[in-house]
């Protein structure tokens, strides 16, 4: 589905991303793991053309996604992403907030994007919310709208960044258990995360980095219990350790 090939970012003078090579499979979960500031979040920003790169290739459907020339509204249309901040209009109900891109950039029937719409709510539990405003609803509720409005758009690719990190803890399960139920149902997904024992449960494999550099890629089982490198181990503790 998706190749990666020496990717390198900087901003200015400071490299973000250095030599990244990955491959992800059709129906694969990758769950990216490491310390804040690695450069888990721009990696995702890269794939979904929301930050240039200055090297390497991103392999997608036959083309190649670094080059400066791609269509990203397009590509976007196929690699949804959900942010950390929902992004919700605020002006507009949850029906609209979903229907804008189907209708506006797909050119799809209301009635057939609508009904898709209803039925992805009732999917997670919000259908009697779709003529709610955002101010009217809560931080894990507004996060699972965010993904149906992704959904919607029938994404081949999902990408996740830290769409827990500001739920608080009461809510941060509802919407783990939205992104679970897509993995069952065979989407392919990367998942930025802070949330272990979710990335453990979900993840078909474990991408650590550090220092804007892949140090390990293993099973969510070996990572977990025997890294192969001493920075994932201390990784781990370190983790542990806040736990206690």
Do not use: W
């Not at 959900?82 to 979903?98: A, D």
């Not at 994007?113 to 999917?123: D, I, P, S, V």
């Amino acid at each position: 589905m998706l190749e990666i090939e020496g990717l390198e970012k900087s901003f200015g003078d400071r490299k973000v991303l250095e030599g990244i090579n990955l491959q992800v499979g059709k129906g694969e979960v990758i769950v990216i793991l490491g310390p804040s500031g690695c450069g888990k979040s721009t990696f995702l920003r890269c794939l979904n053309g929301l930050e240039p790169v200055q090297a390497g290739r991103i392999h997608y459907r036959s083309q190649d996604l670094a080059k400066p020339d791609v269509d990203f509204r397009e590509v976007r249309q196929h690699i949804g992403m959900v942010f950390q901040n929902y992004e919700l209009f605020p002006h507009m109900t949850v029906i609209e907030n979903i229907l804008l891109g189907p209708l506006k950039v797909q050119k799809r029937s209301r009635d057939e994007a609508q009904r898709q719409a209803e039925q992805l709510l009732e999917r997670v539990g919000l259908l009697d919310r779709k003529d709610a405003y955002p101010r009217q609803l809560s931080g894990g509720q507004k996060q699972r709208i965010a993904i149906v409005r992704a959904l919607c758009m029938n994404p081949e690719i999902m990408l996740f960044d830290e769409v827990t990190a500001s739920l608080d803890p009461e809510m941060v399960r509802e919407v783990l258990e939205v992104i679970l139920g897509l993995a069952k149902q065979g989407m392919t997904m990367l998942i930025v995360t802070h949330e272990m024992g979710f990335a453990r449960s979900v993840g078909d494999r474990i991408v650590f980095m550090d220092q804007g550099k892949i140090c390990e890629i293993s099973s969510p089982e070996q990572f977990f219990t025997s890294p192969s490198t001493e920075r994932a181990q201390h990784f781990l503790d370190i983790f542990q350790y806040d736990k206690l």
